[in-house]
């Protein structure tokens, strides 16, 4: 049975002998563009990249807590 650090070393190992080609940097190229347009649109932020709350019309853009209420 391998360790934890064994698996671990073990991908590293892969990821660093792994060779990117010209069509991988493409995508990784394009996916970063569209980031930053999703980031110039407004749909997420740069810090986190975390997505921005989506706009509820039904409710009138009012967050509604879904969580139980769990002082009973």
């Known amino acids: 049975m391998m360790s934890l650090y064994d698996d671990v070393n ?3 190992k892969k990821q660093r002998t792994m ?3 010209e069509d ?3 995508r990784y190229e394009t996916a970063i563009m569209d980031f930053e ?3 110039s649109d ?3 932020t740069k ?4 997505l ?3 706009e509820n019309k039904i409710c009138d853009n009012v967050e509604i807590n ?3 209420n769990k002082s009973g």
């Open 66 to 68: 879904h969580s139980k």
């Open 37 to 39: 347009k999703m980031v």
């Open 10 to 12: 073990s991908i590293i």
């Open 42 to 44: 407004g749909l997420v």
């Open 47 to 50: 810090r986190g990249n975390q």
């Open 52 to 54: 921005l709350s989506i």
């Open 24 to 26: 991988t940097c493409r």
């Open 19 to 21: 060779e990117f080609s």
